[in-house]
């Protein structure tokens, strides 16, 4: 069973929005910080949105004032809101728990394309 599920993702013009949505299992989304991830072609994979311990978010500086990442304590679900996207955010989306020294199964992820 996967312990994290993305979804959301697409193609979109630069300006636009997308809202992703990452389904975590109970015992990973109830006790550990989490966070979005992002891996662009011949790029290392870097963290760009999370949660912290304490319940505050942290961002990437690169998408600061531009994504904002929520959950829903209900739906074990991680979501995260990307507004004025921009070519440079073309990458595979994945979430998983951050801050913490170690990390859940990855997910298949999700891409996302924005084109100018």
């Known amino acids: 069973q996967a312990q994290v599920v993305e979804s959301g993702g697409g193609l979109v013009q630069a300006g636009g929005s997308l809202r992703l949505s990452c389904a975590a299992s109970?015992?990973?989304?109830?006790?550990?910080?989490m966070g979005w991830y992002r891996q662009a072609p011949g790029k290392q994979r870097e963290l760009v949105a999370a949660?912290?311990?304490?319940?505050?978010?942290n961002y990437a500086d690169s998408v600061k004032g531009r994504f904002t990442i929520s959950r829903d304590n209900y739906k074990n679900t991680v979501y995260l809101q990307m507004n004025s996207l921009k070519p440079e955010d073309t990458a595979v989306y994945y979430c998983?728990?951050?801050?913490?020294?170690?990390?859940?199964?990855w997910g298949q992820g999700i891409q996302v394309t924005v084109f100018s």
């Open positions: 998983n728990v951050a801050g913490v020294s170690y990390f859940a199964a």
């Open positions: 109970g015992s990973i989304f109830r006790i550990n910080p």
């Open positions: 949660f912290t311990s304490d319940g505050t978010t």
